[in-house]
T-cell receptor
Framework: DVKVTQSSRYLVKRTGEKVFLECVQD?????MFWYRQDPGLGLRLIYF???????EKGDIPEGYSVSREKKERFSLILESASTNQTSMYLC??????????FGPGTRLTVL | GNSVTQMEGPVTLSEEAFLTINCTYT??????LFWYVQYPGEGLQLLLK?????DKGSNKGFEATYRKETTSFHLEKGSVQVSDSAVYFC???????????FGTGTRLLVSP
């Protein structure tokens, strides 16, 4: 079975802190994705990566950056957390042209 | 642009009732269509998919048919169970692209 794991299920940070969200997949997938999920808005794509060191902006990249130094790991970085980044963050991975597999999510609260 | 519209929830049903969750889409070309399900406290799981017009996706008693003429992909189940209570997301992916475009999700609550 494909497994996508995220480093934390719940995280509480303060405004202005630098925040790292980590995602690891164990199935050698080329593609990895970061979404945020908010009530009434569904899932919105922040960034995705189609190969090591490659990345593309999604629909809402402002305030975020990403890093993919190894194929299995994709990190989402909030350089200076703000309260409007309080959300559920979901990571996913996929093989080219195939379904996306999701991690359990990290619920981030920024105070 | 590409977009997916789902009916607003919550949808509240009694066990063994018939379920329909409406989904319509806007896209150029011929996208692939998906239904994902999110159980409480979990990430999303693929429920079913269809890749071309008139295809029917099915899984766990759920079905959806890709209707190009009405740009729809409605989710149906003949007899829901309490364990089907979850949030259901309709999504599309344009051919040749990896990005999914999601609807806003529909919460289903099934009572015994």
């Amino acid at each position: 079975d494909v497994k996508v794991t995220q480093s934390s299920r719940y995280l509480v940070k303060r405004t202005g802190e630098k925040v790292f969200l980590e995602c690891v997949q164990d199935m050698d997938h080329e593609n990895m994705f970061w979404y945020r999920q908010d009530p009434g808005l569904g899932l919105r794509l922040i960034y995705f990566s189609y190969d090591v060191k490659m990345k593309e902006k999604g629909d809402i990249p402002e305030g975020y950056s990403v890093s993919r130094e190894k194929k299995e790991r994709f990190s989402l970085i909030l350089e200076s957390a703000s309260t409007n980044q309080t959300s559920m963050y979901l990571c996913a991975s996929s093989l080219q042209g195939n379904e996306q597999f999701f991690g359990p999510g990290t619920r981030l609260t920024v105070l | 642009g590409n977009s997916v519209t789902q009916m607003e929830g919550p949808v509240t049903l009694s066990e063994e009732a018939f379920l329909t969750i409406n989904c319509t889409y806007t896209a150029t070309g011929y996208p692939s269509l998906f239904w994902y399900v999110q159980y409480p406290g979990e990430g999303l799981q693929l429920l079913l998919k269809a890749t071309k017009a008139d295809d029917k996706g099915s899984n766990k008693g759920f079905e959806a048919t890709y209707r190009k003429e009405t740009t729809s992909f409605h989710l149906e189940k003949g007899s829901v169970q309490v364990s089907d209570s979850a949030v259901y997301f309709c999504a599309l992916r344009k051919t040749g692209f990896q990005k999914l475009v999601f609807g806003t999700g529909t919460r289903l609550l099934v009572s015994p």
